[in-house]
């Protein structure tokens, strides 16, 4: 009896481990590298490297680390700049790039202090990887700087992966059409977050076609969620929940994220769904950038700021 108790405790173990392991959310570096390192070949990681700057992947990167470049997931559409890539040619570019339904994704990127943005480059690549289906998504919390900090060399030996193999199932959901933002930004229990800075939700920039934001939409800049001295380590949720709070982005709302091009609200939205646990939030792909443009530029836009609702 002892001994059928024991293995119903263990497969119980077993299958809360096996659960466990496919998530998304960030990754010390010593995880990260024990992972990166595990004996088991079929059960390291796919470590992408998504750097806007390839020379800076040939200076170092981590080992096992594939550069996946983010701008190669977007192109221009119909006029408007970096829109999102048709999923034919994503998906293509993902399998190039190995990621696998099967596995562990550690993304990553550097440049640590404002106002570099690079870490925006890991979120947006999260967030194609994860509307794909993909459900083991880490970024790796403080970037290279972190990885360096701890102690851990980076490499220049170039690495590919096999090609990937992607899940069968996408989650299209994660991502909000315009029409959809248009329809629901005033609607009770909604909100819609600017994640850029403040002068740009303002509309004191030089920009964007247009300026100001969309109306009725608040503003949190995404660097509020990061270290002053590492813009790519994230806050405990705990540093930030007040603040989050004080803005009305609180988990009982539907929430959609934009900014100017999707970079900065992916961020935001990273956190919110995946760091902060706030169930319904998704992002506008189109960003600023096409709702400016839309409808013969026709849409309204606001330079006052607005409040949660």
């Not at 700057?53 to 170092?60: C, H, L, V």
């Not at 559409?77 to 034919?88: A, R, T």
């Not at 040619?89 to 790039?97: E, G, I, M, S």
């Not at 270290?227 to 949720?237: A, E, I, L, V, Y």
Request: with cysteine; glycine share 10%.
């Amino acid at each position: 009896m002892k001994n059928l108790i024991y293995s119903l405790v263990a497969c119980a173990l077993l299958l809360t481990t096996a659960v466990a392991r496919a998530e998304i959310g960030i990754i010390s570096p010593a995880e990260a590298k024990k992972l990166i390192e595990h004996p088991e070949l079929a059960k390291r990681p796919i470590v992408l490297d998504t750097r806007g700057g390839y020379k800076d992947y040939f200076r170092g990167h981590l080992p096992t680390a594939q550069h996946l470049e983010f701008d190669t997931l977007r192109g221009t559409d119909k006029g408007v700049p970096v829109q999102y890539l048709p999923d034919d040619l994503t998906k293509a570019l993902l399998l190039r790039a190995g990621v696998d339904k099967d596995r562990t994704h550690i993304l990553y990127a550097t440049g640590d202090t404002l106002p570099n943005d690079e870490i925006l480059s890991a979120t947006m690549v999260a967030h194609v990887l994860e509307k794909f289906g993909v459900q083991d998504i880490r970024i790796l919390d403080g970037g290279l700087r972190g990885w360096v900090a701890a102690g851990y060399k980076p490499t220049q030996e170039y690495f590919g992966n096999p090609k990937g193999k992607l899940p069968g199932k996408r989650n299209p959901q994660i991502a909000a059409t315009a029409a959809e933002v248009i329809k629901l930004k005033d609607q009770p229990g909604h909100l819609l977050v600017d994640a850029r800075p403040k002068n740009e939700y303002l509309g004191q920039d030089g920009i964007w076609l247009r300026k100001g934001h969309i109306p009725g939409a608040i503003s949190f800049h995404w660097a509020r969620l990061m270290d002053s001295k590492n813009t790519h380590q994230f806050k405990p949720f705990a540093e930030v929940k007040a603040q989050l709070e004080a803005a009305g982005i609180t988990p009982d709302k539907q929430i959609i994220c934009y900014c100017g091009t999707s970079r900065e609200g992916s961020l935001l939205r990273f956190y919110l769904a995946h760091v902060a646990g706030y169930p319904n939030v998704k992002l506008y792909e189109g960003a600023w950038k096409e709702y400016v443009w839309l409808d013969g530029k026709s849409l309204p836009a606001e330079t006052k700021e607005g409040k949660a609702h």
